[in-house]
């Protein structure tokens, strides 16, 4: 064993050496102490993320025609369609529209993305592909009518024409890979994710096929199946129309679960840590487990929607065919925020931190609008009882603020006080003139430094006319707010009052 001869000359406080089992478990705590103080001191301050409600509109950026029920975002850009067949880019950094570009309008003309390229199809059954700067990079004749939105997964583009036939194209260059005829009528999808491609039809049997064109396998559900499929690792999801939502296992070729929501679903659920968040056209939002069908928790919506669910942090934001958004914390489902915007929505909500995107439309004055919401940072200031008040009142200053994380309030206070009376200039000769009076104003002086405390009690000891300030911050935002306040004399009645209540 080896012997350290200074440790052993060591003296602790209280004992003879270190050799004492007392004294290493003092200094063991000690040291544990100072350990635990130097981690917190080192840990950073954590401003909250995600959208902080209440929220502001920011700007109304207006376009023509009527919006279709996608907004997305790609790169630095945001894209979307209108009914009357127009796509719109918007240049987030530059915050100004960058292109647009017209075509046959058409009601599933709703744009699919995949790295930096859009892909779409138009009411004359061509199909598009443009680069995120606008430039046309293919484009296709499918020979028919294109009776669903383009799907795109790995590279691959898929499109149903006409009634009964799939076409897979290469997304790079528009050529065609392979297409596959179905017996039936198409009701749902194509839907896909690697390496399955989904297809539903009317009399509710399920077509799983491969990327390469290959029929996996048939699954006679036997039920009507609405328009959308949504594939999660090897299981998809739909809702039928007698308002069950299923879950079909792809490896294993079964049901998983089935649970009955009330609706049908229409828009895209999202995924987030083994739930996905489906809302239903009724106007129910539901938190399901992914694996069992379990129902975390549901919330009302303000209105009926087929928009996708946005994630934002630990919030889930929805819009809905009404004028108002709704976000629900994660994964307790509790009301996060609210806010009406006086607009119709008219696609899903797209977080872009700090701030979230949105179509809407002004259907009185017929205009359309990419709206985008901040925060809103504001302060009020009050006071109790209200001006004006007389000398010796006790007088409480309260500021609200919203917007802020952890605030801290700073009071400050101004005296203007009426100056000497003097008659206007050349009228001095002139009786009964009116006189004026020169404010002079007692500098601004803190009456209370920052403190997480939002209020200030003043008892005034000078008549005049007040101007009281409040500034508040928080690690990011700062503002502030003021009010006028005037202390005026007590009535000769109230003096006497006064005196003759001293003398009883």
């Not at 012997?3 to 003092?26: C, F, N």
């Not at 100004?96 to 058409?106: D, G, L, R, Y």
């Not at 996905?276 to 009302?300: A, D, M, N, T, Y």
């Not at 209020?455 to 005034?460: E, H, I, L």
Request: net charge neutral.
């Amino acid at each position: 064993m080896i012997i350290y001869p200074q440790l052993t000359e060591m003296k602790v406080k209280g004992y003879s050496d270190v050799r004492d089992p007392a004294a290493w478990t003092i200094l063991i705590l000690g040291l544990m102490l100072i350990s635990w103080g130097c981690f917190w001191r080192k840990q950073p301050f954590l401003y909250p993320r995600g959208p902080i409600f209440p929220l502001k509109i920011k700007a109304e950026i207006g376009f023509p025609g009527t919006p279709q029920k996608k907004l997305i975002k790609q790169g630095d850009y945001l894209f979307w369609t209108t009914q009357e067949g127009e796509l719109f880019a918007y240049q987030l950094s530059q915050q100004k529209m960058s292109w647009h570009f017209s075509f046959p309008p058409s009601p599933v003309s709703l744009l699919a993305h995949e790295e930096d390229k859009l892909y779409w199809g138009d009411g004359q059954g061509q199909i598009r592909c443009f680069n995120l700067t606008g430039e046309k990079i293919w484009q296709r004749d499918m020979g028919g009518e294109l009776r669903q939105p383009v799907v795109v997964s790995s590279g691959h583009l898929y499109a149903l024409v006409g009634r009964h036939q799939v076409i897979a194209l290469n997304g790079d260059e528009g050529q065609i890979l392979w297409s596959y005829s179905f017996p039936e009528d198409i009701q749902a999808g194509p839907a896909t994710a690697a390496p399955y491609v989904v297809v539903g039809d009317e009399k509710g049997t399920l077509y799983i096929l491969n990327q390469a064109g290959k029929l996996y396998f048939t699954f006679p559900l036997k039920k009507k199946i609405s328009s959308s499929f949504f594939l999660l690792q090897d299981r998809c999801y739909f809702s039928t129309a007698d308002n069950h939502y299923c879950a079909l296992d792809l490896r294993r070729q079964k049901i998983l679960w089935q649970v009955n929501l009330g609706g049908e679903v229409f828009g895209e659920p999202i995924n987030w840590e083994k739930k996905i968040i489906v809302p239903l056209w009724s106007g129910v939002v539901f938190c399901l487990q992914s694996k069992s069908g379990e129902i975390k928790w549901w919330r009302p919506l303000p209105g009926r929607t087929d928009f996708s669910p946005a994630l934002a942090e630990d919030q889930v934001l929805i819009s809905s065919q009404s004028s108002s958004v709704v976000s629900y914390l994660l994964p307790s489902g509790q009301l996060k925020g609210t806010m009406d915007l006086g607009y119709t929505l008219k696609s899903n909500l797209v977080w872009v931190e700090p701030d979230l995107y949105l179509l809407a439309e002004d259907e009185q004055k017929d205009e359309s609008f990419l709206v985008e919401l901040e925060k809103e940072v504001k302060v009020t200031l009050r006071a109790e009882p209200p001006s004006p008040q007389t000398l010796g009142e006790e007088i409480k200053i309260i500021a609200e603020a919203v917007g802020f994380y952890q605030p801290e309030y700073e009071f400050y206070r101004a005296w203007q006080k009426e100056g000497e009376k003097e008659k206007k200039k050349g009228e001095e000769k002139k009786e009964k003139r009116k006189e004026e009076k020169k404010p002079t104003i007692v500098t601004e002086e803190i009456v209370q430094p920052f403190s997480s405390v939002n209020s200030w009690t003043w008892y005034p000891e000078q008549t005049g006319k007040y101007v009281i300030r409040v500034v508040v911050k928080d690690k990011q935002e700062k503002a502030e707010a003021q009010l006028e306040y005037v202390i005026k004399e007590k009535k000769a009645e109230e003096k006497k009052e006064k005196i003759s209540k001293g003398r009883s």
